[in-house]
Nanobody, 125 residues
Framework: QVQLVESGGGLVQAGGSLRLSCAAS????????MGWFRQAPGKERDIVAA????????YYADSVKGRFTISRDNAKNTVYLQMNSLKPEDTAVYYC??????????????????WGQGTQVTVSS
């Protein structure tokens, strides 16, 4: 089993930055693709970014491309989401997720078997 714990969320002014962290337990972390999702009030949970097992392949939603960076440190069992130039539209609960099986990432939430509890990110105008 894999447990994921997000941290780093909070309140930030538009244009500011935050770095989210997701600490994972389990020996399989280094071989599991990871994703960051977000869900705003009244909206669906959407993919934000994803990364394969090695970190050599990444995906970004168009809305965050050029502003967010996903990375992982397998030695520390941690995945990060660096968020720069934050906008009020980025306000949401952010979740990290891990695939049960598969070293390549998926854009579909249903293909991730493990989820963190979520961390709130609020961007003021």
């Amino acid at each position: 089993q894999v447990q994921l714990v997000e941290s780093g969320g909070g309140l930030v002014q538009a244009g500011g930055s935050l770095r989210l962290s997701c600490a994972a337990s389990g020996r399989t972390f280094s071989r599991s693709a990871m994703g960051w999702f977000r869900q705003a009030p009244g909206k669906e949970r959407d993919i934000v970014a994803a990364i394969n097992w090695s970190g050599g392949s990444t995906y970004y939603a168009d809305s965050v491309k050029g502003r967010f960076t996903i990375s992982r440190d397998n030695a520390k069992n941690t995945v990060y989401l660096q968020m720069n130039s934050l906008k009020p539209e980025d306000t949401a609960v952010y979740y990290c997720a891990a695939r049960r099986i598969g070293s390549t990432y998926s854009l579909t939430a249903g293909e991730y078997g493990y989820w963190g509890q979520g961390t709130q990110v609020t961007v003021s105008s």
